[in-house]
C-alpha cells in the first residue's frame, strides 16, 4: 500500500485540492478541519457526517499524524520544555512560556540550524535538515493536549525555537496559516510570530502570501558588528534588511508593528553608544524593540550584562522616542530559554565537531 499523506501537512487550500485531486468535493476539508482542530477526532471512522465509503478511503490513503513526545520538564516558574521526536526520528525542542493569562509557545521549524549566529546554541551544533507543516503544527497540539487540562490553550506562537523558519518557508508558511485559520487552531494573526535572522528574498515573499507577524533578530546597529554576531549579515546587510522589513510592515494593518530582537552582550553590544545609534538606525522602521540579555551556554564565550547596563541601554532607546520592552528570562534552569534549545540533532555539517573542539569539550564525552 501507498504510504498515507499525513493531513496535518497541509493547511486549508492544501486539504482542499486533496480532495478534489481525487474527485471529492473541497468542502469535505471543512468537514475534516472541523473534527480535527476542534474536536480532536483524528480517526477518519470517527467522523460521522462522512458517508462511509469516504471514511473508508480516508482512512486507506491519509492519516492525522503526530510527532512524540520523547523528555519533558517543568521549571517552578511554569515554564515547559518538551524534546519532541520529529517523523525524520531527530528531536526538537518546543517551549511553553505561561505568563498571565496568555500561554506562549515557542516552536522550532528546523533540526539544528544553518545560520551559526555566534552567541547561539542551536547554531553551535549543526544542521540536520527542515521540519514539516505537521511537525510544526504538532508542537501546538501536544502543547494544547496538556492545556486544556486546565481549560486553556495556546494564545501565542512565536517561531523563536530551534532553526531559521524563513529557510523552511514553504512548510513554516502552511503551518503558520493552519495556526491562523479559525478552521484549524484559530489563533490571531498578532499572536502567531515568525522570527527571522534576515533571510530577505524570503521576506519578500513572505509580504506576497501572508500577513503573519514578523520579528527580525537584529543585534547589532552597524553592519560591522553584526557581520560578526549574524553572520548571514554578509549576504544580506542591514539597509537591506531594512528595506524588506519596511515593506512588510507596510502590507499590513495600520496597528501593527514589527518586532526587532536585540540580544544584549556584555562588552559587544550593550554600550549607551550602540544605543544611541540603534535608535537612529530603527526611527524611520514602524517596529517596536524586544532586548533580550543573553542566556548562557557552555563555552560560549559571552556574557550577559548587568542590570543596571541593561537598563541604561533600555533608557536610551525609550528617551529617543522608541518602544523597548526587556524581555525577562523564563525558564533558564531547565534551558528553555532563548538561545538554550538544542535538541538532539544529528549533524550533517561537521560545526558540532569544530565547535566543540574549540570549546576544548572531547566528542562522545
Ligand atoms: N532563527 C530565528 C529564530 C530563532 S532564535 C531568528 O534568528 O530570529 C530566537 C531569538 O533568540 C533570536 O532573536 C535569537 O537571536 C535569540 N537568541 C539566540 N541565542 C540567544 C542567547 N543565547 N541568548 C539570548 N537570545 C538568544
Redesign the pocket.
Known sequence: MAERVNLFDHDRPGLEAFFSDAGHKPFRARQVMKWAYHRGMRDPHGMTDLSKGLRGWLDDTAVFSLPEVSARRQSPDGTVKWVVRVATGDCVESVLIPDRGRNTLCVSSQVG?M?D?S????GKQGFNGNLSTADIIGQVWLANEELRERGESVSNVV???????LLNFDAVVRASNLMMDDLAFGISKRRVTI???GVVPAIHALAECSDVSL???L?APNDELRNVLVPLNRKYPIAELLAACNRYVQGLGERRVLTM?Y?LLKGVNDSVGHARELAGLLRPVRCKINL??????PA?G?RRPGGESVRAFQKTLIDAGLAAMLRTTRGDDIDA????LTGRVVDRTRRQARYLARAGVAQGA
Do not use: D, K, R, W
Open positions: 540550524c545560520l549566529c552567541f547561539c546554541a542551536t517561531f523563536m525555537g530551534m532553526g531559521e523558519p522570527s527571522t535572522a520579528a527580525v533578530s543585534h530582537e540580544t533580550i540579555p543573553f542566556n548562557p551556554f560560549s559571552y530559554a532563548c538561545g538554550q
